[in-house]
Each structure stands twice: as structure tokens, then as C-alpha cells.
């Protein structure tokens, strides 16, 4: 059971807001780690300030059929449909590991309608052991779905200030980059009751194949990750560092300590590691090391300081 | 197939011994790997990062192919950017390899004397350790295997081997399945498992087959693998349980070994 983290003796410790306080601004991203559980056998996940489950949905879901996933030019797409075992099996199957553990747990949930999204967070609210919810108004890969959310001013600010309701959580909104104005959205989400804005969800983009004349994923559309987005994501966690006063996660295409440091630099007060703890299963827990070995030893800044220092 | 339990996975650096070309298109890799080496077993698979660099970006998996001593081999295919990479790869280079992944085959299984291994194409890689572990246990084996063309087979450490080709230019013409109808009745009275490798339809067409025959198979699927580890979701198959209700698993992590009887090939 993850008591309060000694937030003021670790070099690198941060607090998002309403009780998520980080040992260290490293979380690993949602749908890279499932749900902790074979990570853990790989990496020590108590090294990391959190990790943000898969996407959790109000009935289990199947997901989309293959090919799920296609690797790109330092990159890769995905279209898995969010697949997962809805949120009862997760309270059932899922939580006993996770509440065991010695970091954060932040859920991300998704779902149809507002109705849904609250429904979710309903039956989560008394469940001990997750320390927020990052809502996921931006998967691009199911049709219809969360992403009409994600997109729209108002729509973004209607579920937030719904969900502000229904939970004295940490709330988490994650923005999609397939907006014209990235920083508008952000916006909603703050004026919704948002306690911090994560970013940026998968890029939309597509994979073809012309001999046989199909795509190379079933979706036809995919979710594009990895080193290939980082230099649109940071763009976007500036964009939205000079608009909102609540804390960024900034996330994409994060493969080392240096990247990590570029996302603080432009207004990220944490980061997120996704498609990397595919290629290397310890990546987080390195990257968080370095994070605190460097803000222990570096003199002249802290961190804190050293989030948004960017000079132009 | 059977489940592993002894399985605890290593991610590791590990030296290249030696690199053959065997074909113009197929290598066996050797590597040194004290850790993980004994803990193998026939049908496992392991993930592995072709180079250092983000290009390609992830790991690719390959199945055991044979353990020497500390020593691991692969035997590779070239398809595309990673395994041209590992075609070329030098001795002294390493691999970051994280392993063993999978379950295994079958092959401690009491409901058989002859095992018969089928392959196509690369599908003969992991029938080498498979063969072996097999006749440690004092089965008889008997081998398929099936290929394009003549200069695409490779067959070496396998005996008891019946060749096949599209194209005829080696043993029979025709693939693998029409093979083994062949063999078949001369191996009546024995009482047999049929373990395969290769590609989707072949495997889908020998599935329909010794399901048919009522002759237990096992397959050794392929998929696209994003991580080998159960955290993508990037490698589901279709299984068709006992009752008769049908689930996503992923290949990885309920695989790559599945019993005929349940794959539902995507067809
Ligand atoms: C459990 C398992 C065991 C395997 N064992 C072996 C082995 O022992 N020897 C061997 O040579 N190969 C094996 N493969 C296949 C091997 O992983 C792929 O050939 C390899 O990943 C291709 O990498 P690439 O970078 O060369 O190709 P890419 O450039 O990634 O792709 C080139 C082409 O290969 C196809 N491809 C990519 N990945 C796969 C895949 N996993 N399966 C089938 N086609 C794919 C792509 O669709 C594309 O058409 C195995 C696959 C699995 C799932
Ligand atoms: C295979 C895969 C599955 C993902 N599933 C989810 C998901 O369920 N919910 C979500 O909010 N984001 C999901 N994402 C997006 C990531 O959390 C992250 O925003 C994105 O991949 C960018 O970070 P990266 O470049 O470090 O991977 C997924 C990404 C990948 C690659
Ligand atoms: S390859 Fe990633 S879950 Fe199976």
C-alpha cells in the first residue's frame, strides 16, 4: 500500500494536485504497461512516481482484430481498440496487485458517453489503492468514440466539470494532438475543474501497402508513437504551458534521461514513457534514476525551477 | 502445448559467436548465453533488439532453434529491415535478447509415440531443440518438411526427413498437408501428435485437417509482436475454449504453442 511519498527529501519530487505527490516526475503511459502486473517481473516499478493503467471501459471489451500494429521509421502504429477487461474485472482481477505496490496508480478510463465516464469513476471512487484518473477524451483508433470529446471545446469542458463532481481525485484530462488548437482544449479542460492536462495521445496516420492495395492495419487508421511524435509533442506541451496555470504531463516519444529533460524545459511538470517499455522494459525506472541523480547533483537549479525554464 | 513455469524472463546482452549464411536468405546465429541457455525449452521464443540504434525501433521475436552447451541459436529469415540486419551481424557484436518468452510444445504429453513435425518455410527453425527434446524422451520422430523451392530448405540435425516443394524441384510436389496424407496410412496402428511451424495458412489447413483426422496438433502461430511481454495488446489470436465461447488472448502470453482445436485462424 503506497503511503504518502516523502515528497520534500527526493531531488526530483513533484505534486500534481489533490494527493497525487510524486516521488519522481516519471510515470509510465497508458496501454504500454497493462496493468503492472508482468512489467514488475522485468523492471523494480517502485523506482517511478506512478504508472497509468490501460484503458479501463464500463463493460469489457475485445478490441480490434489484427493486425493491431505496424512499426513505422522510429516509430509505431497502433489501432488496438481498447481492449480490456472492463472496470469490475479490473476492481476484481486487476487492483489486489496494484494497491500492493509502492507507486501511484492513476487509472485511464474511457468510455461512450459522459454517462459512462461518470459511471466508471463512480464505481472507482471507493476503491483504495488509485490515486487519479486520466481520461482518455482522444483515442483515435474507435470509431464514434471518445474522440469526439477530445476535439471539441465544449464537449471537453462538459465532461470535466461532470466528473469534477463525481470525484475528489486527481483528475487527469489527456488532450489529443488532431485539434487545430491544442491549447484551447487545454483550456475547457482547466476551466472544467481539471487538476492537470496530459499530452499528447497518439497522432493520427496510416500504413499502406501498394502491392496488395490494403492497409497494413484492420482499422485501416492507426495511433502513431515513439521517437518519431517527440518533436510534435513538445511543441504541444509548450503550446499549453503558456496557456493553462494547472500542471502538464507531457508525453511522446520519450527514450532516455535527455528527453525526459526537454519536456521539463518546455513546461512539463512530469512525463510519461509509452512505446519505449516495449524495446526496453527497465526505461522508466532508468530514466527516473537519472532524473534524481541529476537534480541532486546539479547545483544552481532545482527542479521545480528548472520546469518551464525554456529561454527563446 | 504445456506451460511453463520455470520462466523467469532476462533481459540481456548477449555476444554474437558466430554468424552462418546457410542460404542466401536464412542465417543461424549463435550466442553466448550462460544465463538463460539451460532453461530453454522446445517451442520458446525470445525477443530481440536487432541494434542499438531507434531504427529499427522494436524488438523482433524468434523461436529457439537449438541449445548447445551456454550457447543459444537462431535460425533467421530475411523478410525485411531487422532480420537483413541480423544477416549480416559479426561475430563479437551483441544483441539485447530478452528470453525465454512462450509456452512450449507438448512434449511431455503421454497420448503419443510418434511425434511428426511439420514445417514450412522458416517454420523448421524451432523443430531442431523440439526433435531433440523428443527423442530424449525416447519418441520416434518423423519429419516434414516443406519449402517453395529446393534452395530455400534447410534441414540440417532433423532425420527421419520427408521433403516437400511448391515447385517440385526437391522430394514431393505439392505442400506439406497433401504430404502428409500421404504418409499417413503407412503410419497406421502408431499413436501420433502432430507438432507444426510455419506460416498462418498452411497451419490454418493442417489445423482443419488433423482436427478432421482426430489426430492431436499443436501450432506454433505467427504474429506481429510489439513487445513479447503482454503489455501492447498488439498480438491477439482468436481461441475457442471447451464451452464453445471465443476470446481474444494474446499470442504471447497464451502462446505461441496452441492446440489446433482451439486457434481460430483469421481467414
Ligand atoms: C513466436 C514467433 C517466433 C518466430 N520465430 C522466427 C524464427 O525462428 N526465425 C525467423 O526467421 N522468423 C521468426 N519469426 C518471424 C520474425 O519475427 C519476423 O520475420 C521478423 O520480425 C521480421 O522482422 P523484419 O524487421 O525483418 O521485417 P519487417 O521489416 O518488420 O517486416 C517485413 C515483412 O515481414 C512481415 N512480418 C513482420 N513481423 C512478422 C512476424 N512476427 N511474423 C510474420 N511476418 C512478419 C511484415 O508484415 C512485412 O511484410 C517468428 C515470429 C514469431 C511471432
Ligand atoms: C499500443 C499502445 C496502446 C495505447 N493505449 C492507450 C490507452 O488505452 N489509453 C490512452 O490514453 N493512451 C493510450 N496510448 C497512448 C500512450 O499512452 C501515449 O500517449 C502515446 O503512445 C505517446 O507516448 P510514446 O510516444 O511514449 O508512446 C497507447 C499507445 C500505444 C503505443
Ligand atoms: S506482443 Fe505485446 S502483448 Fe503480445
Not at chain 1, 527529501?9 to 519522481?24: E, T
Request: net charge negative.
Amino acid at each position: 500500500m503506497l503511503t504518502t511519498q516523502l515528497t520534500e527529501i527526493r531531488p526530483a519530487s513533484i505534486s500534481l494536485g489533490r494527493g497525487l505527490d510524486l516521488k519522481n516526475p516519471v510515470l509510465l503511459a497508458s496501454g504500454t504497461v497493462s496493468y503492472g502486473e508482468e512489467l514488475s517481473k522485468l523492471t523494480d516499478l517502485s523506482k517511478l512516481g506512478g504508472i497509468v493503467t490501460k484503458a479501463i471501459s464500463l463493460e469489457v471489451r475485445e478490441g480490434n482484430l489484427p493486425q493491431r500494429i505496424v512499426e513505422t521509421p522510429a516509430g509505431m502504429l497502433n489501432a488496438i481498440g481498447l481492449a480490456n477487461v472492463g472496470v469490475e474485472k479490473f476492481i476484481e482481477e486487476k487492483m489486489p496487485f496494484l494497491r500492493a505496490q509502492q507507486f501511484h496508480t492513476v487509472v485511464n478510463i474511457v468510455g461512450k458517453s459522459v454517462d459512462d465516464y461518470c459511471e466508471v469513476v463512480r464505481r472507482l471512487e471507493d476503491v483504495e489503492g488509485i490515486s487519479g484518473y486520466e481520461i482518455n477524451l482522444s483515442c483515435p483508433n474507435v470509431k464514434g468514440e471518445c474522440i469526439i470529446f477530445g476535439v471539441d471545446e465544449r464537449a471537453t469542458f462538459e465532461i470535466t466539470s461532470e466528473l469534477r463532481k463525481c470525484t475528489n481525485r486527481h483528475l487527469m484530462i489527456k488532450l489529443t494532438p488532431n485539434v487545430t488548437s491544442i491549447a484551447t482544449i487545454a483550456l475547457a479542460a482547466e476551466r472544467g475543474g481539471a487538476d492537470s492536462v496530459s499530452l499528447i495521445n497518439t497522432v493520427v496516420g496510416m500504413a499502406v501497402n501498394y502491392k496488395t492495395r490494403k492497409p497494413m492495419l484492420k482499422n485501416v487508421t492507426g495511433g502513431l508513437s515513439g521517437p518519431a511524435i517527440k518533436p510534435i509533442a513538445l511543441a504541444k506541451v509548450w503550446e499549453v504551458y503558456n496557456a493553462v496555470k494547472i500542471p502538464i504531463v507531457g508525453m511522446g516519444g520519450i527514450t532516455n534521461f535527455e528527453d525526459a529533460m526537454e519536456f521539463f524545459l518546455v513546461g512539463a511538470s512530469a512525463v510519461q514513457v509509452g512505446t519505449m517499455n516495449f524495446v526496453s522494459p527497465n526505461i522508466g525506472a532508468t530514466v527516473a534514476e537519472q532524473i534524481e541523480h541529476y537534480f541532486s547533483t546539479e547545483k544552481g537549479t532545482t527542479f521545480k525551477n528548472f520546469i518551464g525554464s525554456f529561454e527563446i | 502445448m504445456q506451460i511453463e513455469t520455470d520462466n523467469e524472463i532476462r533481459d540481456l546482452s548477449l555476444e554474437v559467436i558466430s554468424n552462418k549464411q546457410l542460404t542466401p536468405s536464412i542465417n543461424v546465429i549463435v550466442l553466448h548465453a550462460p544465463e538463460v541457455a539451460s532453461r530453454f525449452k522446445a517451442g520458446q521464443f525470445m525477443e530481440i533488439k536487432v541494434n542499438d540504434s531507434l531504427f529499427p525501433l522494436l524488438r523482433r521475436p524468434f523461436s529457439i532453434h537449438r541449445v548447445v552447451g551456454e550457447q543459444i541459436e537462431i535460425m533467421s529469415k530475411v523478410v525485411g529491415i531487422g532480420t537483413k540486419i541480423l544477416y549480416s551481424l559479426k561475430a563479437g557484436e551483441k544483441l539485447q535478447t530478452l528470453a525465454p518468452l512462450g509456452n512450449t510444445f507438448g512434449y511431455d504429453k503421454d497420448d503419443f509415440d510418434l511425434g511428426v513435425l511439420i514445417s514450412g518455410g522458416i517454420g523448421v527453425a524451432p523443430m531442431v531443440m523440439l526433435e531433440e527434446t523428443l527423442r530424449a524422451r525416447s519418441k520416434d520422430v518423423l519429419n516434414i518438411v516443406g519449402a517453395r523451392t529446393a534452395e530455400e530448405l534447410v534441414t540440417r540435425y532433423l532425420t527421419n526427413v520427408h521433403l516437400a516443394t511448391d515447385d517440385g524441384t526437391a522430394g514431393f510436389k505439392g505442400n506439406v498437408i497433401s504430404l502428409f496424407s500421404e504418409i499417413l496410412p503407412s503410419l497406421k496402428g502408431k499413436r501420433l501428435r502432430v507438432f507444426a511451424c510455419g506460416p498462418n495458412p498452411m497451419l490454418n489447413a493442417l489445423s482443419k485437417f488433423c482436427n478432421a483426422q482426430e489426430i492431436p496438433c499443436e501450432v506454433s502461430i505467427e504474429s506481429t509482436m510489439g513487445c513479447g511481454i503482454g503489455i501492447c495488446y498488439g498480438c491477439p489470436v482468436r481461441i475457442k475454449h471447451s464451452d464453445g465461447t471465443i476470446h481474444n488472448k494474446l499470442l504471447c502470453q497464451y502462446g505461441s504453442v496452441i492446440d489446433a482445436r482451439e486457434i481460430l485462424f483469421d481467414e
